[in-house]
């Protein structure tokens, strides 16, 4: 045991709901609320024993609708204490795994034991906005009304879909290429599905709320993934946004959910008699010209590797973020410098289970998303070591490789 090595001792999230789907109407912070009361009540951690919590959000504007410290609010209603300490960050799409670095830092500082990393969004709810001239009065011409979710840019520069697309093509990754990666990505969700690989009491947690009037909404499974698509299908839907080959087949969508981990050192886990899920080798944050997103996940992995002096042949599994199709297709031939049988070898233990193609991608969840995928399928596996990598915003990145040991 090195001095303040890190270990994940719970990981949990909700289902993923689709776009206006089941949780259309419930605010992020009571998703994260019930992702937090889950995540330490399964290995008996009081709120008291937390030191600190980070909180990733991506859709900004949806927590402002709770006006809008979204971390502080959804820790009380978890019930933890007052004094509880928590932040909120925003690193678009990275933001629980960045959420995670952050408690990991802190813990192998030495300021800290036990840090919990959350992630939520509720995209259904993410408000139109009216620009701040109408407050002050508009002396003549239309009013606009903005939807954040459109296009999903960021104003002055690309749509991310024609960023990818237009990248994927420049690697070499076609839209045939994209169209198959995100028909496996369904097919292996569905088949790990069909295995009991997301059921409840592992990564997934069942959501109940109850109505004032009528039944309670429940949830226990994933919304978003479509067993029935076909080749055929995804090669005949029109490209969205301008993109050149980015598809609603090929992406994710504007999904729902909310994500947890309970970070500690592993002296204290040891000293609470608590089992690992797993040991974090180390936890890094890249950024790169913006219009590189796809390709982002990619350098993270090097870097993380890196940083946690293990080779990509010692690895495992790996989980790169679906952003879209293009993201681990492009990510997998950095890494295998372009070499076709390296990265087919690449390919092939990229999102065994599937992706946020199929799973669904509620942004600032994610991340933590993909590393709970990623250790629990480790498990299931006897152990092993695995890397995680998601792209966020302007092409940000976050990356952590992990040792999972097997029962
Ligand atoms: C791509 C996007 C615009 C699609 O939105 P949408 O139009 O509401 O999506 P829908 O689910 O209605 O799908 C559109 C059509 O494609 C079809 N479709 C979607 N996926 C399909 C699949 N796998 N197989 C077959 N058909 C599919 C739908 O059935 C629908 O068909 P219809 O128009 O005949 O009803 C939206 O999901 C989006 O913006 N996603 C990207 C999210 C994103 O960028 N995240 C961050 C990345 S950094």
């Given at each position: 045991?090195?001095?303040?090595?890190?270990?994940?001792?719970?990981?949990?999230?909700?289902?993923?709901?689709?776009?206006?789907?089941?949780?259309?109407d419930?605010p992020?912070?009571?998703?994260?609320?019930?992702?937090?009361r889950?995540?330490?009540?399964?290995?008996?951690?009081?709120?008291?024993?937390?030191e600190?919590?980070?909180?990733?959000?991506?859709?900004?504007?949806?927590?402002?609708?709770?006006?809008?410290?979204?971390?502080?609010?959804?820790?009380?209603?978890?019930?933890?204490p007052?004094?509880?300490?928590?932040?909120t960050l925003d690193r678009?799409?990275?933001?629980?795994?960045?959420?995670?670095?952050?408690?990991?830092r802190?813990i192998?500082?030495?300021?800290?034991?036990?840090?919990?990393?959350v992630?939520?969004?509720?995209m259904?709810?993410?408000?139109?906005?009216?620009?701040?001239?109408?407050?002050?009065?508009?002396?003549?011409?239309?009013?606009?009304i903005?939807?954040?979710?459109?296009?999903?840019?960021?104003?002055?520069?690309?749509?991310?879909?024609v960023?990818?697309g237009?990248?994927?093509?420049e690697?070499?990754?076609?839209?045939?290429?994209?169209?198959?990666?995100?028909?496996?990505?369904?097919m292996k969700?569905?088949?790990?599905?069909?295995?009991?690989?997301?059921?409840?009491?592992?990564?997934?947690?069942k959501?109940?709320?109850?109505?004032?009037?009528?039944?309670p909404?429940?949830?226990?499974?994933?919304?978003?993934?479509?067993?029935?698509?076909?080749?055929e299908?995804?090669s005949?839907?029109?490209?969205v946004?301008?993109s050149?080959?980015v598809?609603?087949?090929?992406a994710?969508g504007l999904?729902?959910?909310?994500?947890a981990?309970?970070?500690?050192?592993?002296?204290k886990?040891?000293?609470?008699?608590?089992?690992?899920?797993?040991?974090?080798?180390?936890?890094v944050?890249?950024a790169?010209?913006?219009?590189?997103?796809?390709?982002?996940?990619?350098?993270?992995?090097q870097?993380?590797?890196?940083?946690?002096?293990v080779?990509?042949?010692?690895?495992?599994?790996?989980?790169?973020?679906?952003a879209?199709?293009?993201?681990p297709?492009?990510?997998?031939?950095?890494?295998?410098?372009?070499?076709?049988?390296?990265?087919?070898?690449?390919?092939?233990?990229t999102?065994?289970?599937?992706?946020?193609?199929?799973?669904?991608?509620?942004?600032g969840?994610s991340?933590?998303?993909?590393?709970?995928?990623?250790?629990?399928?480790l498990?299931?596996r006897?152990?092993?070591?695995?890397v995680?990598?998601?792209?966020?915003?302007?092409?940000?990145?976050?990356?952590v490789?992990?040792?999972?040991?097997?029962?």
């Amino acid at each position: 045991m090195k001095k303040n090595d890190v270990v994940v001792v719970s990981a949990v999230r909700t289902p993923f709901g689709r776009f206006g789907g089941t949780l259309k109407d419930i605010p992020s912070i009571d998703l994260a609320a019930m992702v937090i009361r889950e995540v330490l009540q399964r290995v008996s951690i009081k709120g008291e024993e937390v030191e600190e919590t980070y909180y990733g959000t991506a859709v900004i504007g949806e927590a402002a609708l709770e006006t809008d410290v979204p971390a502080r609010q959804a820790t009380l209603k978890a019930g933890m204490p007052a004094d509880h300490i928590s932040v909120t960050l925003d690193r678009a799409c990275c933001s629980s795994l960045t959420a995670l670095r952050l408690g990991y830092r802190a813990i192998k500082a030495g300021e800290i034991d036990v840090a919990l990393a959350v992630g939520a969004d509720n995209m259904s709810r993410a408000p139109y906005v009216i620009p701040p001239d109408v407050r002050w009065g508009k002396r003549l011409g239309n009013i606009q009304i903005w939807d954040g979710l459109f296009e999903l840019g960021y104003k002055g520069f690309n749509p991310v879909s024609v960023d990818a697309g237009e990248v994927a093509l420049e690697y070499g990754i076609t839209r045939e290429d994209q169209d198959r990666w995100a028909y496996q990505s369904q097919m292996k969700y569905a088949k790990a599905f069909s295995e009991g690989k997301f059921k409840l009491g592992e990564e997934l947690m069942k959501v109940e709320i109850p109505m004032k009037k009528g039944p309670p909404i429940v949830l226990e499974k994933d919304e978003f993934p479509k067993p029935d698509t076909t080749l055929e299908k995804l090669s005949k839907l029109p490209t969205v946004y301008g993109s050149p080959t980015v598809t609603a087949g090929n992406a994710p969508g504007l999904d729902t959910g909310a994500t947890a981990v309970l970070i500690m050192s592993e002296k204290k886990a040891k000293g609470k008699g608590l089992k690992p899920l797993a040991k974090i080798l180390s936890s890094v944050a890249t950024a790169i010209t913006p219009r590189l997103i796809a390709a982002i996940p990619g350098f993270t992995i090097q870097k993380a590797l890196a940083n946690a002096s293990v080779a990509l042949n010692q690895i495992d599994l790996i989980e790169i973020n679906e952003a879209f199709a293009a993201m681990p297709l492009v990510s997998a031939k950095i890494l295998s410098n372009g070499d076709p049988e390296k990265m087919k070898s690449i390919l092939e233990k990229t999102n065994v289970n599937g992706g946020a193609i199929a799973i669904g991608h509620p942004v600032g969840a994610s991340g933590a998303r993909i590393l709970m995928t990623l250790i629990y399928e480790l498990k299931r596996r006897g152990g092993g070591m695995g890397v995680a990598s998601i792209c966020g915003g302007l092409a940000q990145g976050d990356g952590v490789v992990v040792q999972v040991n097997g029962e």
